[in-house]
């Protein structure tokens, strides 16, 4: 099917910068959209960024003007580039991808195994 391998991750200074990205593999037909999650200790899963096959970007607002994703097509791979993080964005950030695989109709959701951002003195 489809593999999702994240990286990237790591621990930062309050104000410093990330760089994580997610490369796609498998026996992918088609890819809608590729993005970024986080989930906080004992909060939900929620959208940082995606990024659409046509181009086409949405951020949460409590990211907007301090990350910026960003998708390599010919390679199925997705970046995001974090800068003036913060201690609140320490999350276990997921890749994500909607698509459809070989021998699927429909497009599905894939997610990635995850990988820790810290943003701590």
């Known amino acids: 099917q489809v593999q999702l391998v994240e990286s990237g991750g790591g621990l930062v200074q309050p104000g410093g910068s990330l760089r994580l990205s997610c490369a796609a593999s498998?026996?992918?037909?088609?890819?809608?959209?590729m993005g970024w999650y986080r989930q906080a200790p004992g909060k939900l899963r929620e959208l940082v960024a995606t990024v659409t096959s046509g181009g086409v970007i949405n951020y949460a607002d409590s990211v907007k003007g301090r990350f910026t994703i960003s998708r390599d097509n010919a390679k199925n791979a997705v970046l995001l580039q974090m800068d003036v993080l913060k201690p609140e964005d320490t999350a276990v950030y997921y890749c994500?991808?909607?698509?459809?695989?070989?021998?699927?109709?429909?497009?599905?959701?894939?997610w990635g195994q995850g990988t820790q951002v810290t943003v701590s003195s």
């Open positions: 994500n991808l909607v698509g459809r695989a070989h021998g699927n109709i429909l497009p599905r959701i894939y």
């Open positions: 498998g026996s992918i037909v088609s890819i809608n959209s």
